[in-house]
């Protein structure tokens, strides 16, 4: 479908990593963009590692840094997939054919229907028509990967997806601002009430028993109430390393976006 034709991630998380896959699995250049410190939860499966360790594979795809758009160029012309970071004028130097904003914030950043010859945005906050082209439904349900082309996805509910019978209780935020510090590795078993990081210098506990979704990065900064660590109480070691199939999902309905723009211009 996309041939030479770039295309340009906004974020490199869990979702946007499977976008990114699927985009180039229909034949895109894919860059993804990131912060220069980003505080991805689901790091196994998260490009966003690349930052971090330098290279990061998900899937058997490996995403490698960059530091500038020129060196993202350069790596494209090499079949590698750059994760660059930070944006810096990615957009006026790469020139994407395709913009997909996923960085899950709920709310528009900034993307605009303008960046790009094709915008699509995921999830609340973003209105096909107005400040994108085409805009994919993130909330879990029905819904989940549905196409708009005119007006907006759902609006968030700040609840986790349920998962083995747990929404909020698998999942443990930060209480308040500093310094996270992880004990626990992703993949690991943890029982109910087993000490699994600290912020500040303070405990944070285990809600439930299960395995070790998604964690933070040890050193990064955090605020108030950011998800810190994620527990699966299916007990499944395996399922942390492999990409969700709500990602998934969300990756197909930005495919199905690009081929319902392609029907609208003929």
Same mark, same amino acid.
């Given at each position: ?18 976008? *990114? &896959?699927? =985009? %180039?699995?229909? !034949?895109?250049? /894919? ?5 220069? #410190?980003?505080?991805?939860? $689901? @790091? ?45 004028? *990615? &957009?006026? =130097? %790469?020139?994407? !054919?395709?913009? /997909? ?5 709920? #709310?528009?950043?900034?993307? $605009? @229907? ?153």
């Amino acid at each position: 479908m996309g041939g030479e034709l770039i295309a340009l991630v906004r974020g490199a998380g869990d979702v946007a990593t499977a976008v *990114a &896959l699927r =985009l %180039l699995a229909e !034949g895109f250049s /894919v860059v993804c963009t990131e912060l220069p #410190r980003p505080t991805c939860l $689901r @790091r196994a499966v998260a490009f966003a590692e690349a930052v971090y360790e330098g290279e990061w594979e998900v899937e058997g795809v490996t995403g490698r840094l960059a530091h500038s758009p020129p060196v993202a160029r350069e790596l494209l012309s090499r079949d590698v997939l750059p994760i660059l970071a930070p944006e810096g004028e *990615a &957009l006026a =130097l %790469l020139q994407p !054919g395709l913009l /997909v904003d996923a960085r899950m914030a709920k #709310r528009n950043l900034g993307t $605009r @229907r303008g960046e790009a010859p094709l915008v699509i945005g995921l999830g609340p906050g973003f209105t096909a028509g107005v400040d994108c082209h085409a805009a994919v439904e993130t909330l879990n349900g029905p819904d989940l990967g549905r196409v708009y082309l005119r007006g907006s996805p759902l609006p968030p509910t700040h609840e986790p997806c349920r998962i083995g019978g747990l929404s909020s209780g698998r999942v443990v935020r930060a209480p308040w601002a500093g310094v996270f510090l992880g004990f626990v590795r992703i993949g690991e078993q943890v029982e109910e009430g087993d000490l699994l990081a600290t912020v500040a210098g303070e405990p944070l506990f285990s809600s439930c028993s299960g395995v070790v979704r998604g964690i933070l990065r040890s050193g990064v900064e955090v605020r108030p109430g950011l998800k810190a660590v994620e527990i699966d109480p299916r007990g499944n070691s395996e399922i942390p390393f492999r990409v969700a199939e709500r990602a998934w999902r969300i990756a197909g309905g930005v495919v199905s976006a690009l081929e319902l723009l392609a029907e609208k211009e003929l």
